[in-house]
Every structure is written in C-alpha cells, then in structure tokens.
C-alpha cells in the first residue's frame, strides 16, 4: 500500500513482540505473519533468512528505507497491448534483476484480474478485457521472472475486479464465469507457468456454494487452488486482508501481511493450543514457506550473483523500455499522417496538459520512483534537432490543484513548514507545537494519549492574480482559511481509510484568493481527527495543494490554437492523471478530465495535420476520434515515455500494439457500467461474456473493438488451416505484407461456435502470434491452440468438457476485423 505521493506506509506493530516465548512452535507460527510491512521472520533452525516482498506491476519498488529509484515499465495493459511474449520475457529479466539489486525476493506483480469494466480504478494494473490474453502474458512474465530464482505473486485471488468498497464487498461470480473468466489466468498461472506465490483478495467471494472473504474460502484455495491446481507455493493474504484466525488458517491462507500483530500470531499459537488449527495445518504452511525459500535462494549459504547497481539507468534497460513504449502504442487511426517523416518537419506544436506534464504510471501500490522520465519535449527535441518545437499546455486536465511549493508555507511564528499540536480528548493540547515539513502529507509521530491535532499553516501568495489553495485532510475536522471555516465533517474515519485510499484522494476544501497587491498572507487552520490505521498506525493527514493560472482558460486555449496553426504538424497529448487512475477508488465517468475534449477540436481545427495522442491506462470517450487526422494510444508509459512516442511517430519503430480491451464510443454502450456494490454484492450477471465478448452479445458496435490497432503495415491474408486434435490443435495462417515496408502483424484467432447446445460466447479470442514480415513477403504463422480455449465448465458435473459440434475458426486482425474463416467439426474425443 502507498500513499498519493508514492511513499510507502509503514505498519507498526504496536503492542506486539511476537514470538515472546522463543519456542520452536511459536518461531515457526511467526514465520505465518509478517515481520514488518515486506519481510518475514527468519527460521535459523531451517536455515531460512527473512523473506523480502516488494510491489510490484510497474517495477520494483523495494522496502521502504530503500529510496533508491527503480527502473519503471510501461503499465501493465500497454504490456497486453504488445502482445508480444518475446519482449514479456525480456521485461521479465529485467524485473528480476530489479528485485535482485533491491534485495527482493517476492514481486507483488501481476496482477490477473480481469478488466471486467473500464471503470474500475486499478484498470491500467491489469493485462487485458480478455481472460485468454491475460492468461498468456502473465504466464510468460511468471516463467521468465522466476528462472531467475526470484518468485512473483499471482494477484487478487479472486474477483478483485472494483475498487468501491474494496475490503467488504462481495463477488457474486456464476460457476462457469468463475472457472472460464475470472480463474482461468490464475489456473494458468499455477498450471502453466508455476507460480510460486499468490495473493488472497480483499473482497468476498460467492462461488454459488460458499460466499466467504477471499481470505477464508477454502473451496477456492483448499480445494480449487491447492487441491485440483496442485499449487504447491504460499497464499499470501493482501496488505490488511485477514479478518479472521483459524477459518482463514484452515481455508489455506499461508502468510499474514503486514506484520508484527495481526490475526494471527499469538492468536494462531493459542488456537493449535487449543486444538482449533490442527499442527499438520501450521507445518504444510511453514514447508510452503521454506520451500519458497529455497525457491528464492533464502535457505543456506548467500547468493554470489552479481548485483547491477546501474540498471535502472543502463543503456540496455533504457533501450528495452524505449521499444516496450514504441511497441505498445495503438494505431487508432492514420489518414497516412502517420509517420511522420524528420526531413520534411520544420516546426511542431506540442500541445496539451499531458504533453508538459506526462502520466506515466497509475497511482497506488503499483508507484514506483523512477530514475528519470523523457517527456515527449526532450524527446522530439533529441530527434528534431533541426525543427522548431513550441510547447503549450492549452487547458489543465486536473481538477485539483498540485502539491503546494514548501517554500509559500511557514507555521505562525516564520518558520518553514507547517505546526502540529495535539491535543488530548478534552481538547487540550500535549506540550510544545511540532513544525512539519510543508511537503509531508501523512504526519505518524502523534503521542499515544493524543486523539486530535490543531495543525496551522501561513501560505505566501506571493505574486498579485487568482490562487486556489486546497487542503486535504482525513476523518473528523474542521478547516478554516483566515479565520472563516469553510469545511467541516463529523464523520469519523477508521482504519479503512488507508484501504479505500479516500485518504489519497486530492481535494478538500477549497479557497479562492485574488491577490491585487503582494504578499498576501493566508492562515489555514484545522482541527482534526487523529486516524487509528491499525497495523498501518496513526496519522494525521494534511496536504496542501496550490495553484494561480498564468492565464485564463479561455486565452490558453487560444494560445494553443495560435501555436497549432503556425506548425507544420501538431501534436496533442490529452489523458487522465493521478487524479482519475488509481487504487482505491473507481472511476465516475470515462471522460477526458477538464476542456480537454475541446482542445483536440479546436487544434484539428486550426491546424489538420494533428496527431492525437492519448495518454490513458484505461478506456476515455474520444468524441473527436472519426475527425483527427491521425490518433494514437500511449498508455501510461513509464520511464522511457518521450522516446517510445517519438520513436512511433516518425516510424523509427513500428507502434504496433492492438487493444487489449474494447473502446466505447458511448458511456451508455458499456456492458458493465456499475462498479458500486449493491447491498455490498458485485453482481457478476454479465456470466462468461466478459468485455468484448459482452459488446457481441449485445450487438453494440464499440469506437474501436478489441485487439483493434492498425500499425504501420497492410496486409492480405491468405491462408487458414486447421490442424491436429483438440489436444494438439494448430492453426496456420498464411499472411502476407502487401506495403512498402518490413511490419509487424498480430495474427488474431477467434472461435465461434453457432450451434452449440450450451450457452457460449457469440465469438472468442482461442489464439494470437506475432510475425515481423519484410514488405512484399508472405509468412505462415503457426498458433497452437490450447485445450482450454475449446472447453466449457460443466456446472452439473463441475468438470471440463468440450461440447462436440461444428466449430469456426476466424483469422483476422482484430475480434470484428476477420479475414479467414474455417469450419471444422470437433468432438471430446478428437
Ligand atoms: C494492494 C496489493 C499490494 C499490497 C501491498 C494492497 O493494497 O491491493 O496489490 O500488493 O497493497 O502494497
């Protein structure tokens, strides 16, 4: 768990020095919770050091006293988009020596659930819409990661898919749903790749025989998970997920996270004692775990690999994120803008909130420092040497203001930074003032006997015009801005706050200044809350946030147009920022935040030859998307995220992604709109017509359809045949390169089976493979299909089968774009 601004919270363990005892039961029962919020006890008499977890989807963050940077990938769904299992495995070894360098042993990554709405906040941390595809990339990121010994975490087991009410809320998940969709990527995770770790989700889970926390469902993990699967790895419980003792002891729960304390340590020691757990429960979970030692190399002497303190920053990990970006990018559209060709550009507007200012990874758990980021600026500037590039913001995608310059802000009495005075329950303060740095935004050090803090801040307007001043606190408070209050609530906020991430959320009160002569001073006041976090502490929260608009919006926008049209090419960066993307919340609407709509009109406007770029991890609505020239998708980018655009844009590297989930043209077309439990139930009625499979269904024609991306190569397809058994099917598909030059193509397979007797999605993907092909050359690319892609759970006999009839095999270039169709009759047998 992270705070907003990246920096991990610690868990305390107030109260608790488990083991006390020292025996050898109580040491190995320790061994089933954390030490502190990523490591794990040591076991000396089985020569196992403490474990080392770390997050996570985005790289390698490391423990918390490790501040040093971490080489930061493209998002997960821009990894989908490549589809490329060649470049996963090469990411993978770059994560491995990430965890290497920081002295990880576990990575919290990936995470394969589904993006079964694109509301859902943790959207951009997932593979894909698409249970076969997320199968497949998380499958070859497991295996290349831990041929490295270092392990990875198969995440949230099961039906995390929503972010509103996170810890409590049940998935309602029908059997066939649950065994096709939502577990087939962690079945493949375990099956396939041999996953030695997987994470137990915060919510609930109603599998249509037991609706129990994910933490405690020993149908999914006893039976399911270890049992069928034969997953011989650890159940790591989410940071804060365990609610119970012996139910989620005896449901197959192995390690308790965060610790010291929690629920189980001395609890768990008392109920063996008590004959509650049986020992033989305690000793499967310690094995898992010194297995997963030796897994790692934690058991016996030190590793002598070589740590590459550089790797962040090498040329190899730079020119390996820089063509995961390029790769990843999704063509939407190109009237032949597209690419732009260096000789003949002289001048480029780069336009647009997210052109000055990039969002290059989502925020929450996954928040990794990066070394550095190339923005689009530096980047075109590196590749343009010779052209004039003219940068302007043109409207602001935010609706908050930014983190506060500490320099504007002093407590009472001068000094920087803001004052802390707590105060007892009858409201009386406990000793002197502390003085807080402006920029910390989670205060931890409050006195036992405090329960609220007075916290006071002078803010230096330091310049004549319009300021806003926010600030954000948690719980229970009341705020003030010179004296006047302007918010006050008598909610009282618990230790849940740090899971909902509410407490991340910018916002707060808000105040206008308009300052005619300079310095005006304002004092903002608050009397709040002291929140209990529980195993995360407690904490006061107070973060300012400022800004004061150079100019109007409307004249920023009319800066903008000037600039577009004065260019030979303009480019327009428009997406979503930390405000709209992240864990612990879900989003409200699939809009492009701000005027950003309005930007893109009036640049195409003003200037036709415009290249759109959307810097988005999940689905926005592109009214405009028919009237650009030339649009592409960019995901959230990472560190490389400068060059990779540039690199895709003038044709250095083809941007050859596909859509790893469908693209609305409409809000009120979304099959799953909803992510708010009702009566705290997520309903997962939509069953196994998951995603693009839904929009079939439903016969709703999406902007942009599922696996959709146009790349810079045109191709003919010649040729599909199907061979071998169910048990060895292969498709080969004859393709030809009809342009003028070497591209890449995603070959696409899709089943549909129109007259089967069970209930079956209208089309699916059973396939894909990836081919670079020289210009006028033809290859025939070989995709095996697996078993599963032709098989249906059987509800009634809770086994696999494939319901024997005609089935079509479609080759194409995405799930509506179908080239080559082959009818093939199929039975069980073969
Ligand atoms: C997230 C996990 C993450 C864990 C540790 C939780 O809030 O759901 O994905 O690995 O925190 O940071």
């Given at each position: 768990m992270t705070t907003d601004t990246g920096r991990t919270l610690q868990a305390d363990g107030a109260g608790s020095d488990f083991p006390?005892?020292?025996?050898?039961?109580?040491?190995?029962?320790?061994?089933?919770?954390?030490a502190s919020s990523w490591t794990l006890h040591p076991l000396p008499e089985r020569g196992l050091r403490p474990l080392v977890l770390s997050d996570g989807p985005i790289g390698v963050r490391g423990v918390d006293e490790d501040t040093r940077p971490s080489a930061q990938l493209p998002t997960p769904t821009a990894l989908a988009a490549t589809w490329d299992l060649d470049l996963i495995t090469r990411l993978g070894a770059l994560i491995a020596g990430e965890a290497r360098r920081k002295a990880v042993d576990v990575v919290l990554s990936p995470v394969v659930n589904l993006q079964r709405t694109p509301y859902g906040g943790r959207h951009f941390e997932a593979f894909s819409e698409d249970p076969l595809l997320t199968g497949a990339i998380a499958a070859q990121f497991i295996r290349s990661v831990q041929s490295y010994g270092v392990a990875v975490c198969a995440k949230h087991f099961v039906g995390n898919e929503t972010e509103t009410e996170r810890t409590t809320y049940l998935a309602r998940i029908p059997e066939r749903a649950l065994r096709e969709v939502y577990l087939a990527p962690f079945e493949r995770a375990v099956r396939d790749a041999g996953v030695w770790t997987v994470m137990a989700a915060y919510n609930r889970v109603d599998d249509g025989r037991l609706a129990a926390p994910a933490t405690e469902h020993t149908r999914l993990i006893n039976e399911v998970l270890k049992g069928e699967w034969g997953f011989d790895g650890v159940v790591v419980s989410d940071w804060l997920a365990t609610n119970s003792t012996v139910e989620s002891a005896a449901a197959g729960l192995d390690l308790v996270m965060p610790g010291p304390g929690?629920?189980?340590?001395?609890?768990?020691?008392?109920?063996?004692?008590?004959?509650?757990?049986?020992?033989?429960?305690?000793?499967d979970k310690v094995e898992r775990i010194v297995q997963l030692g030796i897994r790692v190399g934690a058991v016996g002497p030190e590793s002598s690999a070589t740590v590459d303190e550089d790797l962040p920053t090498k040329d190899s990990t730079r020119a390996l994120l820089r063509e995961a970006v390029a790769r990843s990018i999704v063509v939407l559209r190109n009237d032949g803008l597209l690419p732009l060709s260096s000789r003949d550009l002289t001048s480029v507007a780069l336009i647009g909130p997210n052109a000055v200012d990039p969002f290059v990874q989502g925020g929450g758990s996954a928040f990794v420092t990066a070394p550095y980021v190339v923005t689009p600026e530096q980047a075109l500037r590196e590749a343009l040497p010779d052209a004039l590039i003219t940068t302007v913001r043109g409207t602001s995608g935010r609706a908050h203001a930014r983190p506060i310059d500490p320099r504007l802000v002093t407590t009472p009495d001068g000094t920087p930074g803001y004052s802390i005075t707590y105060l007892d329950e009858s409201g009386n303060p406990l000793g002197a003032p502390r003085v807080v740095p402006a920029g910390e935004g989670w205060n931890r050090e409050s006195p036992a006997d405090a329960t609220a803090a007075r916290v006071q801040a002078v803010v230096t307007l330091d310049s004549p015009g319009t300021h806003r001043i926010e600030v954000g606190v948690s719980g229970q408070h009341t705020v003030s801005y010179d004296g006047t209050v302007v918010s006050e609530s008598a909610d009282w906020a618990d230790h849940n706050v740090i899971l909902d991430s509410s407490a991340n959320h910018p916002g707060g009160p808000t105040g206008t200044f308009v300052v005619d002569e300079a310095p005006r001073l304002v004092t903002v006041e608050s009397e709040q809350q002291i929140v209990d976090a529980g195993a995360y502490g407690r904490f006061v929260r107070f973060v300012l946030r400022h800004d004061k608009p150079e100019l109007t919006p409307d004249d920023e926008l009319e800066q903008a147009v000037a600039a577009a049209a004065a260019a030979d090419v303009a480019i327009v960066v428009v997406g979503t920022n930390e405000e709209t993307e992240s864990e612990g919340w879900d989003r409200q609407d699939l809009d492009l935040p701000g005027r950003q709509n309005e930007l893109v009109e009036r640049v195409i406007q003003a200037n036709p030859r415009t290249v759109v770029v959307v810097n988005a991890g999940a689905p926005v609505i592109l009214p405009w998307l028919e009237r650009a020239q030339a649009v592409v998708w960019w995901w959230l980018p990472g560190q490389e995220a400068g060059n990779g655009l540039a690199d895709a844009l003038l044709g250095v590297t083809e941007p050859s992604g596909r859509l790893p989930w469908t693209l609305p043209g409409a809000e009120a077309d979304v099959p799953v709109?909803?992510?708010?439990?009702?009566?705290?139930?997520?309903?997962?009625?939509?069953?196994?017509?998951v995603g693009h499979r839904s929009w079939e269904r439903l016969g709703r024609t999406p902007a942009r359809e599922f696996g959709f991306g146009l790349g810079y190569g045109e191709w003919y397809y010649d040729r599909l045949e199907i061979i071998g058994t169910p048990d060895n099917l292969v498709a080969q598909v004859a393709v030809r390169n009809t342009g003028p030059r070497e591209a890449r193509e995603t070959v696409q397979l899709y089943l549909e089976a129109p007259d089967s007797?069970?209930?079956?999605?209208?089309?699916?993907?059973?396939?894909f493979a990836v081919a670079d092909i020289p210009a006028a050359s033809s290859r025939t690319v070989r995709i095996p299909i697996e078993r599963r892609a032709l098989e249906v759970w059987n509800v009634e006999q809770h086994r696999w089968e494939i319901p024997g009839g005609r089935y079509v095999f479609r080759a194409g270039r995405s799930s509506r774009d179908l080239r080559l169709s082959e009818s093939v009759p199929l039975t069980d047998a073969g």
């Open positions: 006390s005892t020292g025996t050898a039961e109580s040491s190995r029962i320790a061994l089933l919770t954390g929690g629920p189980w340590a001395e609890a768990l020691e008392a109920a063996v004692s008590e004959g509650l757990v049986p020992a033989a429960v305690i000793d709109s909803s992510t708010t439990p009702v009566d705290g139930v997520v309903d997962y009625a939509e069953g196994i017509h007797p069970v209930e079956r999605p209208v089309r699916w993907l059973a396939g």
